[in-house]
C-alpha cells in the first residue's frame, strides 16, 4: 500500500514538471520588436523621432552630444572659433587637426556612425512606411515621414561627404573617392562612391523630399522635425557647396519664407531658445533630456559651470571681431570674462545684455536659421555675377537687421563677395560651417595673429589649400569591417 | 504554478505510516590509534536508508529492522568497516586511520561522490582554508588554493568580489566566468551576501564529467558552494571574533617630487614652443620662464609653491632658482588614506541528532577602505537544517538573508571623482588648502582651512588660480559630502525533499529561490564641484533580481556482487528576471540626498528583462570491483535566448577511471597508497552574451523620446540562427599517494570551444556595428600539477606543503571567412583576434626606441613592395604610419600557489604564497604618468631619463607639450606581469583542552592573520592582478589586512 502510494506519488511529481510551452519565449521592455514598431505609420513616426533624438542625445563621453558635436567641431577645425586654454582636454584635439588624423580616435569613429546610424534609421522608415497596415489612411503624414527620412538622408551624406572626403571641385568630374552610399537596409558594406555620385544621390533625395513635402498637409510638431523650408535651406547649402549658384539662390529665398529676422535688440537673447522666428531647424530640449556636462552649452556657455567656465572658454578671432563694427549687435556677445578677452557668450540666451549667463543646462540647439539663407542667397547672386545691386540688397536686409548704422554696400565683384564672406563669419561664429567654408572656396588653415596660443594648436597653425589635413581619415572601425572602403591619403 | 502545487503535495505526504518491527542496538566508535571515541560517525543499516550518528562520546543507538543483518561504519578518514549484527544489541568498532583520505566527499552536479570513485576533475578547497582569507568574497577565497583556478580583479574596495577563470578562457563575447551552484542551485545573489565563514566547502568542477550535468550554463566550470549543516552529536555555539587593520597592499608608483615637477614642466613646455610654435630656443626659454600668459607658472594654472615671483622661479637653463624656498606641499594620496579599520564577528550554532542536522549563524562584518569615505558593512544570517522525517522521506532547507550597505566612489576610470585617478595624477605643486605668501593655510571667518578647488565658482576659488588638471574638483572637500553607495538586502533558500521508494529509488524535488534588493544612491552636494552648477544632484535606484530554480531528480542506484550502479534522470527550469526604476533630481538648498528636497527632475526611467532555461537531464555511473569506474551524463537544454527552432542544445559527458593501486598485482607495493587514472571527455554550453535577447531584431526605446514624442531607434540586428556556443572538455589524468605522505595529481586538459558567440563587427556605415553569431573555433590546453607533501612528521611536529601550478595555452584556430575569403580578423582595443593567435595576445604598434637625434618616439612600420608583400621593416616618427604586431600576449605561462603549514601542539602557522609567471601586462597607469609634458598630470620618476639633446640614448622621448606622437599606443608601455605574492599568513595557537575545559569550553583558539602583505613585480605600483585581458584601470589598489582573532567553542 506504501509502496504504491509513494510510486504514485514520485511518478507524478516528475511527469508533472515539465513547464508550459511560452515558457521559453521572452522580449524586452526597453526595446520593440521589427514587426511591433514598423507595422503601423505611428511606429515609423516613432522611429523619425528616434532619430530626431539622435541629433541630441549623450554618446559616451562628454564630447559627443549629436549635431551640436560636428557644428563645434566644424568651426574649431577653422580659426574664427578657439579655446582659450587646454581645460579638461575636450576637444582639444579637434582643434589641434589630430583627432580626425588619427584612424584609432574614437570621436572620429563617433562622427562617422553617428551620420550612418541615421542612415540607417531612414532606411528603414523608406523600407518599411509603405507596408505599414494604416499607410493608405495617413497619406499625407507617410509623405511628411518620408521626406524626413530622405532629408536627414541626404544632410547625412552632405555632412559626411564634406569631412571625409577631399573638396568638391566646382567644374572638375570630381571622379574621387566620396562615401560609401546607402538607400536601402542592409548589413553588407559598400565601396565609396565617386565625390559626384554621392552629389547626385544627395540632390535625388532632396527633390524627392521637397515634392513629398510639398504635397503633404501635415504640419511639423516642432523645428526638431524637418519640414519643405528646412530641406529647401539643406538643397541651397549643397547648391552653394556645388556652384549651383541659381538653385542656390532660389532655394535659399524659398527657404526663409515665413522665417523673418529678429529685430536687432532681439539679436543676444535668440541662439538658445527655439521660440525664435528666425529658427528654421533645432532641437527642442525638455529638461529630462539635457545631457548636463555632455552637452554644446556645457563646451560654449561661459558662466555655467560647465568646461567652458573650467577653462575652455570659445574666443573670436581677432580679424571677424574687428570687423564688426561697434553698433553690430553681434559684436556685444564677446565680452572679456576672467581676464579673457572676446570670450563668446553668443548661446548663453542674454547675449551681451547683462553679466551673467542664465543658470539652466536646459536650452535648445539651433542647427539652421534664416540669416544664413540670407548670406547664401546674397553669395550666389555675386558669385552668378552681373546683379550685385541684388546681392548688396539681399546682404543688407540681413546686417542692418543686426547692425542698425550699417549702410548698404557698394562693392562689387570679388569685393563685394568677400564682404558676404566676412559678414558669414561674423553671422555664424560657433554654428558649425567655417571648415567647410575653407574647403568648399578651398583656402587656406591660417591662423596666424588671430588671437590663438600658438603652442595650443600644435602642429595645426598653418595648412595650405588642398592639404591632406583637410581630410578625415576613415575610422579604423571601417576599414577593418568593410574591405571595399578605400582610406583617405595618411 | 505548477511547481506550487508539487511543493503543497509535498508538504501534504509527510503524514506517517505503520513501522515495521524494529530492533535496538548501541555501541562506540572509536579511533582505532588512539581509542578516542568518534563523534560524528555514520552508522547505517546495509542496503536500507536508516541510520544515524554518534554523538560527542562516540555512542550510537541505532533502531533496525529484524531483517538487517550487516551495520556500516564509517567516517571521513577512516576506513569504512560493516559489521554483522549477528544478534548482537551491542556493537563496538575501532575504526582505522585512511592515511590519505582518499574518500573524501566531494560534492558534485546533483549529487555527492567520493574521491575514489569520481572519474572527473574536481577540487575541494576545506572550511578551514577559505576562512583564513578575509574578505566578503569567497571568490578571493580561491586565490592560489585550486589548480587550474585564475583569480583577478580583487581590488581592495570594502565588499569587492573578484574574477575567476577555470582552465583557460572559454569564450570571446559570451562570459567566460564559471557557473555558481550553491547548495545545489545555480546561484543568481551576491557573491558577498554569502558569509564565507558559513562555508562548509566549495568544490571547483573542471572537466566535463564535472560539469556537463550543468550543460547549459557549466562550460566554463562549476563553483559549488556547499553551507555548513552542523555535525550530529556535536551541540557547539561558537563565536568568532577578528579585528584588523586595512591599509594599502601595492605601494603608489615612484613620482617625480615638486622641484623636478617645475623644472620638466617648465622643458616640455620650452621645447613645445620651439618644435610646434617656431620660435627661437633662446624666446622660447624667455617665455617659459616669464610671467606672462606663457610664462610656465600661468601654464601651471599660477601655483607657485616657492617664495619667489613667477619669473624668478625657473631659470633661463630650466632649473630652479637655487635660493627658492618650499612653501608648501601637500601630498593628496596621504590625504585621502586612512587606516581602516575591520571588524568580523559571527556566531553560530550547530548540532544533530541522528535523523536531523542543523546550523545557524548571525555575523557582523564591518570594513573601513584604506580611502577615507570607503566603507561595506554586512548583516548575516543563516539556517540550515536537514531531517529524517521519515524512513522514506527526507527534507532540507536553508534559508539566508544578508543586508549590506556599501560606501564608496566611483574607482574606475579617469572620473575627477575616482581618487585612484586623481591621487595619482594630480600635479605635486597643487595645494589642498590655500596658502598665504608665507605658505600658511589661508582660514576663513571661522578659522577653517579654506580648500582649493582649483577653479570654478564657489568660494573656494582661490583667485587667480585655475587648475589645468581636474579644475573645480577638490576630494578632501567634496567625497565626504557626496555619497555612492550600495544597499544590498538578498535573501535564499534552498528546499528539498528526497522520497526513497520500492528498494533502489529516490526522487529529490526542490525548489530554490535567489532575490536581491540593491538601493543605489549617487548623489553629488549641492555645493561644490561637479554638481555645484545644478545645486546638487542626486539619483536613486531600485533594483529587483530573482531567480527561480526548479529540480526533479530521480535516482536509482544498486549493488549486486561486485557491481555498482546508478541512473539519475532529471529535470530543472530556471527563470531569471531583473528589474530596475531609476530617477534623478537636481536643484537642492539643503544637503540632503532624498530626491524629495529637489526642485528639478532630471529623469526617470524603469525597465526589467527576463530569461529562461529548462533542461532534462540523465546520468548513469556503474563501478566494477572498486577498480573500474565508469560514468556518462547528457543534458538537453533550451534557452530563451534564442530562437525557438535553435535553441535547445545537447550536452554530454563520459568518463572512466582505474584504481590501480585495487589490483592484486599493485599489493605488493607498499609505498604505493594509491594510484588512479582517469580520462573524461564531453561537451557543455554557453548561452551568456550578457544580452537576453540577442537573436531579436530590436529597436531601442530607452532615451529615445524627443522632446514629448515617443521615440525609437535601431539597435539590433535579427540573426535566428543564433545558438549555443559549444565547449568540448578533455581530461586525462593519474591520482596518487605515496609513501603515506605524498599525494598528488597530473591533470591534462583541452577545451574546444566552436560556434563561438562572437559580437562580430559590421561596418559602422551599415548602421549597426556588431552583430551577435556564431563564428570560429578557440582552444585551451594545458597541465595542472597538485602536489602535497608531509614534509616533516614526527613529534607533533608537522610540516606540510601543498602547491599548486598551472600552465595553458589558448589558441583561436578558426575565424569565419570574410568577404575577401581569407579568414576575417577582429581588432579590439589592444587585441586582434585571428587565427593561431589567442584571445590575448596583445596587438598593437612596436615602439622602437626613440631617436637619439631629437629623442622623438620610434615606431616600427612594413616596408612594402608594389603587390603590397613586406619586404622588411623600418622606423617611422609617425604613429599613424606605424604598423601594427603581435607584441605578446597578457596569458602567464604558469600560476598556481604554494601553501606551507607548520604546526607544533596547538601552534600553527601557514602561508601561502601565489604567483604567476609570464604573460604581460598593459600598463595604462604607467603611461599615463609617462606624458610628454601635460600641465597639471604629475610624471612617474622614470621621465627623468627623458631625452635632452641630441646624442642621448634613453628609452623616454623628449618631454614637449602636446606631443601626441610621444605618447601614442605601443608596446612600450606592455610590461612583465610576472609576480609573487605573499597571499595570507596565519599563526594560530589552539589553546589545550585542559584550559580550555576549565573555561567550560571545548575550545579556544587565538590568532594573528595578514592578507597581502607582500608583492613582488616589474613595476613598483603595478597591480599586475588587474584583469585576464593584461589592461589596467585606475581601480582601486588592493588592501592589506592585519587582524587578531578569537575562536571560542562551547
Known amino acids: ?490 | 504554478m505548477k511547481k506550487i502545487l508539487i511543493l503543497l503535495t509535498l508538504l501534504l505526504i509527510t503524514g506517517s505510516f505503520v513501522m515495521a518491527q524494529t530492533v535496538q542496538i548501541s555501541g562506540t566508535v572509536t579511533a582505532q590509534e588512539d581509542g578516542s571515541p568518534i563523534p560524528g560517525a555514520n552508522v547505517t543499516v546495509k542496503g536500507a536508508t536508516i541510520g544515524t550518528i554518534t554523538g560527542p562520546d562516540g555512542r550510537y543507538q541505532i533502531s533496525v529492522p529484524a531483517s538487517a543483518t550487516t551495520l556500516v561504519y564509517s567516517f571521513i578518514g577512516m576506513v569504512e568497516q560493516e559489521l554483522q549484527i549477528g544478534g548482537r544489541t551491542t556493537i563496538d568498532v575501532a575504526l582505522e586511520t585512511d592515511v590519505v583520505s582518499v574518500d573524501e566527499v566531494v560534492v558534485i552536479a546533483y549529487g555527492t561522490s567520493t574521491r575514489a570513485s569520481y572519474t572527473g576533475s574536481a577540487d575541494v578547497v576545506k572550511a578551514d582554508q577559505i576562512a583564513k582569507i578575509q574578505t566578503a568574497s569567497a571568490a578571493k577565497a580561491l586565490e592560489g588554493v585550486a589548480a587550474g583556478v585564475q583569480v583577478t580583479g580583487g581590488i581592495g574596495q570594502p565588499g569587492s568580489s573578484a574574477n575567476i577563470r577555470i582552465r583557460g578562457i572559454g569564450s570571446v563575447n559570451a562570459s567566460s566566468s564559471p557557473l555558481y551552484v550553491v547548495d545545489g542551485a545555480p546561484f543568481d545573489g551576491n557573491l558577498n551576501s554569502i558569509n564565507t565563514n558559513d562555508i562548509e566547502s566549495i568544490s571547483v568542477l573542471k572537466d566535463a564529467t564535472s560539469a556537463a550535468l550543468y550543460g547549459a550554463r557549466g562550460a566554463n566550470g562549476v563553483i559549488i558552494i556547499t553551507t555548513k549543516k552542523g555535525v550530529p552529536g556535536r551541540s557547539n555555539i561558537n563565536f568568532k571574533a577578528t579585528i584588523g587593520a586595512v591599509s594599502r597592499a601595492i605601494p603608489e608608483y615612484d613620482r617625480v617630487g615638486v622641484k623636478d615637477y617645475y623644472e620638466l614642466m617648465w622643458e616640455g613646455w620650452r621645447n613645445a614652443l620651439v618644435i610646434a610654435s617656431g620660435q627661437t630656443p633662446e624666446n622660447a626659454a624667455a617665455n617659459a620662464s616669464g610671467n606672462t600668459a606663457n610664462g610656465i607658472v600661468n601654464k601651471l594654472g599660477n601655483y607657485n609653491s616657492y617664495d619667489v615671483t613667477n619669473d624668478q622661479l625657473i631659470g633661463l637653463d630650466g632649473k630652479l632658482n637655487p635660493n627658492a624656498q618650499l612653501l608648501y606641499y601637500d601630498d593628496w594620496n596621504e590625504n585621502l588614506a586612512q587606516t581602516g579599520l575591520r571588524q568580523d564577528y559571527n556566531l553560530s550554532l550547530s548540532g544533530g541528532t541522528d535523523r536531523s542536522r542543523y546550523f545557524a549563524s548571525v555575523a557582523y562584518l564591518n570594513e573601513e577602505g584604506m580611502v577615507k569615505w570607503s566603507e561595506y558593512n554586512r548583516l548575516t544570517g543563516r539556517v540550515g537544517a536537514e531531517t529524517q522525517v521519515k524512513n522514506w522521506l527526507k527534507m532540507d532547507a536553508t534559508l539566508s538573508g544578508a543586508s549590506s550597505k556599501q560606501n564608496g566612489f566611483l574607482a574606475e576610470g579617469t572620473y575627477t571623482t575616482n581618487p585612484f585617478y586623481y591621487g595619482r595624477m594630480m600635479g605635486p605643486i597643487y595645494p589642498i588648502w590655500q596658502r598665504d605668501a608665507s605658505g600658511e593655510i589661508v582660514v576663513d571667518g571661522n578659522g577653517d582651512p579654506m580648500f582649493d578647488l582649483g577653479g570654478g565658482q564657489s568660494i573656494y576659488k582661490w583667485a587667480n588660480h585655475t587648475r589645468p588638471y581636474a579644475a573645480n574638483s577638490n576630494l578632501i572637500l567634496t567625497l565626504p559630502r557626496d555619497e555612492r553607495s550600495t544597499a544590498l538586502n538578498s535573501f535564499s533558500a534552498r528546499i528539498g525533499a528526497e522520497i526513497s521508494f520500492l528498494k533502489d529509488f529516490k526522487l529529490r524535488v526542490s525548489g530554490n529561490t535567489d532575490m536581491s534588493n540593491y538601493f543605489l544612491t549617487t548623489y553629488q552636494n549641492h555645493l561644490f564641484a561637479d554638481a555645484e552648477a545644478v545645486k546638487g544632484r542626486s539619483t536613486k535606484e531600485y533594483r529587483k533580481v530573482i531567480s527561480y530554480t526548479f529540480n526533479e531528480i530521480l535516482t536509482w542506484s544498486r549493488s549486486f556482487g561486485s557491481h555498482k550502479a546508478s541512473l539519475m534522470a532529471g529535470h530543472e527550469n530556471y527563470l531569471y528576471t531583473w528589474s530596475n526604476i531609476t530617477a534623478t533630481r537636481t536643484g537642492f538648498t539643503i544637503p540632503t540626498t532624498e530626491l524629495v528636497a529637489a526642485s528639478v527632475a532630471e529623469g526617470s526611467n524603469s525597465y526589467s528583462d527576463e530569461y529562461s532555461i529548462e533542461g532534462y537531464l540523465f546520468r548513469g555511473d556503474y563501478n566494477y570491483s572498486d577498480k573500474y569506474y565508469i560514468s556518462g551524463s547528457f543534458r538537453t537544454d533550451g534557452s530563451s535566448r534564442f530562437y525557438g527552432d535553435v535553441r535547445w542544445g545537447n550536452f554530454w559527458s563520459l568518463g572512466g577511471s582505474w584504481r590501480i593501486a585495487q589490483e592484486s598485482f599493485m599489493q605488493n607495493m607498499s609505498w604505493i597508497d594509491d594510484l588512479k587514472i582517469k580520462a573524461s571527455f564531453g561537451e557543455q554550453g554557453n548561452d551568456d552574451i550578457n544580452n537576453y535577447y540577442g537573436w531579436q531584431s530590436l529597436f531601442s526605446i530607452s532615451g529615445r523620446n524627443n522632446g514629448n514624442f515617443n521615440g525609437a531607434l535601431h539597435s539590433q540586428l535579427e540573426n535566428r540562427n543564433l545558438k549555443w556556443e559549444k565547449n568540448s572538455n578533455l581530461n586525462v589524468g593519474v591520482e596518487f599517494s605515496l609513501v603515506k605522505r605524498i599525494t598528488g595529481m597530473v591533470e591534462y586538459f583541452i577545451r574546444n570551444s566552436s560556434n563561438l558567440l562572437f559580437s562580430v563587427p559590421l561596418p559602422q556605415s551599415t548602421g549597426i556595428s556588431s552583430n551577435w553569431q556564431n563564428i570560429g573555433t578557440m582552444g585551451n590546453n594545458g597541465v595542472e600539477l597538485t602536489l602535497g607533501v608531509d614534509i616533516l612528521k614526527a613529534n607533533n611536529l608537522l610540516w606540510n606543503l601543498e602547491i599548486n601550478a598551472t600552465t595553458y595555452k589558448n589558441k583561436i584556430t578558426k575565424m569565419p571567412l570574410g568577404t575577401d575569403g581569407k579568414p576575417q580578423e577582429i581588432i579590439s582595443g589592444t587585441k586582434k583576434l585571428s587565427e593561431g593567435h589567442s584571445i590575448y595576445d596583445f596587438w598593437l604598434r612596436e615602439w622602437a626606441g626613440v631617436d637619439p637625434d631629437d629623442g622623438s618616439t620610434l615606431f616600427y612600420k612594413d616596408i612594402k613592395d608594389a603587390e603590397g608583400n613586406v619586404t622588411g621593416r623600418e622606423t617611422t616618427k609617425d604613429q599613424n604610419a606605424a604598423s601594427y604586431y603581435y607584441v605578446g600576449t597578457s596569458i602567464p605561462d604558469l600560476y598556481g600557489g604554494v601553501t606551507n603549514t607548520l604546526s607544533y601542539k596547538g601552534f600553527e602557522i601557514s602561508a601561502l604564497v601565489t604567483y604567476s609567471l609570464g604573460g604581460k601586462m598593459y600598463d595604462s597607469n604607467w603611461a599615463s604618468l609617462m606624458h610628454t609634458g601635460a600641465f597639471g598630470s604629475h610624471w612617474s620618476s622614470d621621465i627623468l631619463d627623458r631625452w635632452q639633446q641630441p646624442g642621448d640614448i634613453t628609452k623616454v622621448p623628449r618631454l614637449q607639450n602636446n606631443y601626441t606622437a610621444g605618447t601614442a599606443a605601443s608596446s612600450r608601455y606592455l610590461t612583465d606581469a610576472s609576480y609573487m605574492s605573499l597571499r595570507n599568513v596565519t599563526l594560530s595557537y589552539s589553546f589545550p583542552v585542559s584550559i580550555s575545559s576549565a573555561l567550560d569550553m571545548s575550545a579556544l583558539s587565538v590568532f594573528v592573520s595578514g592578507d597581502n602583505l607582500g608583492l613582488l613585480s616589474k613595476r613598483k605600483g603595478m597591480d599586475p592582478q588587474q584583469s585576464f585581458a593584461g589592461t589596467a584601470d585606475f581601480t582601486y589598489v588592493p588592501s592589506r589586512i592585519i587582524s587578531f582573532g578569537v575562536n571560542v567553542t562551547f
Open chain 1, 1 to 490: 500500500m506504501k509502496k504504491l502510494f509513494l510510486i504514485i506519488i514520485s511518478v507524478s511529481l516528475f511527469l508533472l514538471s515539465g513547464c508550459e510551452k511560452d515558457y521559453l519565449e521572452r522580449v524586452p521592455t526597453s526595446s520593440l520588436a521589427e514587426k511591433d514598431l514598423l507595422s503601423t505609420v505611428g511606429g515609423n513616426h516613432t522611429l523619425l523621432h528616434g532619430i530626431h533624438r539622435s541629433t541630441y542625445a549623450f554618446y559616451s563621453t562628454h564630447g559627443r552630444f549629436g549635431q551640436k558635436s560636428v557644428d563645434l567641431v566644424v568651426d574649431l577645425l577653422g580659426e574664427d572659433l578657439f579655446q582659450s586654454e587646454r581645460g579638461y582636454g575636450w576637444f582639444v584635439g579637434w582643434y589641434q587637426y589630430i583627432e580626425h588624423r588619427n584612424i584609432n580616435s574614437g570621436d572620429l569613429e563617433w562622427v562617422w556612425s553617428y551620420y550612418y546610424d541615421i542612415v540607417d534609421n531612414a532606411n528603414i522608415i523608406l523600407a518599411n512606411i509603405d507596408n505599414a497596415s494604416d499607410a493608405a489612411l495617413n497619406e499625407s503624414r507617410v509623405a511628411f515621414i518620408k521626406a524626413n527620412a530622405l532629408t536627414y538622408r541626404a544632410f547625412s551624406f552632405y555632412q559626411l561627404l564634406q569631412l571625409y572626403a577631399q573638396r568638391y571641385d566646382i567644374g572638375g568630374a570630381n571622379t574621387h573617392p566620396g562615401i560609401p552610399i546607402y538607400t536601402e537596409p542592409t548589413q553588407t558594406g559598400k565601396a565609396r562612391s565617386t565625390v559626384a555620385e554621392v552629389y547626385t544621390q544627395i540632390n535625388t533625395d532632396l527633390d524627392a523630399a521637397i515634392d513629398l513635402f510639398t504635397g503633404s498637409a501635415f504640419s511639423r510638431v516642432n523645428v526638431s522635425e524637418i519640414n519643405l523650408r528646412v530641406a529647401q535651406g539643406i538643397k541651397a547649402r549643397v547648391a552653394l557647396t556645388t556652384g549651383q549658384y541659381a538653385t542656390a539662390e532660389t532655394m535659399a529665398k524659398a527657404a526663409r519664407t515665413g522665417h523673418a529676422l529678429v529685430p536687432a535688440t532681439k539679436y543676444g537673447y535668440g541662439w538658445n531658445k527655439a521660440d525664435n522666428t528666425e529658427w528654421m531647424w533645432g532641437a527642442v530640449v525638455i529638461t529630462e533630456q539635457q545631457t548636463s556636462y555632455a552637452s554644446c552649452f556645457s563646451h560654449i556657455d561661459p558662466y555655467f559651470g560647465g568646461y567652458a567656465t573650467l577653462g575652455n572658454h570659445k574666443i573670436i578671432s581677432t580679424l571677424v571681431y574687428d570687423y564688426m563694427s561697434a553698433t553690430d549687435e553681434r559684436k556685444k556677445v564677446f565680452k572679456t570674462i576672467q581676464g579673457k578677452a572676446r570670450v563668446g557668450k553668443k548661446f548663453t540666451g542674454n547675449g551681451g545684455y547683462d553679466a551673467t549667463g542664465q543658470s539652466n543646462w536646459t536650452n535648445d540647439y539651433l542647427f539652421m536659421k534664416s540669416a544664413e539663407m540670407y548670406l547664401i542667397e546674397a553669395e550666389a547672386i555675386a558669385r552668378l555675377g552681373g546683379r550685385d545691386g541684388e546681392a548688396q540688397t539681399a546682404l543688407f536686409n540681413l546686417v542692418s537687421a543686426r547692425d542698425p548704422s550699417y549702410v548698404q554696400s557698394v562693392l562689387t565683384g570679388d569685393p563685394l563677395v568677400q564682404e558676404i564672406l566676412m559678414q558669414r563669419r561674423c553671422e555664424l561664429w560657433g554654428e558649425g560651417q567655417r571648415f567647410f567654408d575653407l574647403k568648399r572656396m578651398n583656402l587656406d588653415l591660417n591662423r596666424a595673429d588671430l588671437g590663438h596660443t600658438p603652442s595650443l594648436w600644435n602642429a595645426a597653425g598653418f595648412f595650405a589649400a588642398g592639404d591632406k589635413n583637410f581630410v578625415f581619415l576613415i575610422p579604423k572601425q571601417e576599414i577593418d569591417a568593410n574591405p571595399l572602403v578605400e582610406q583617405n591619403e595618411l
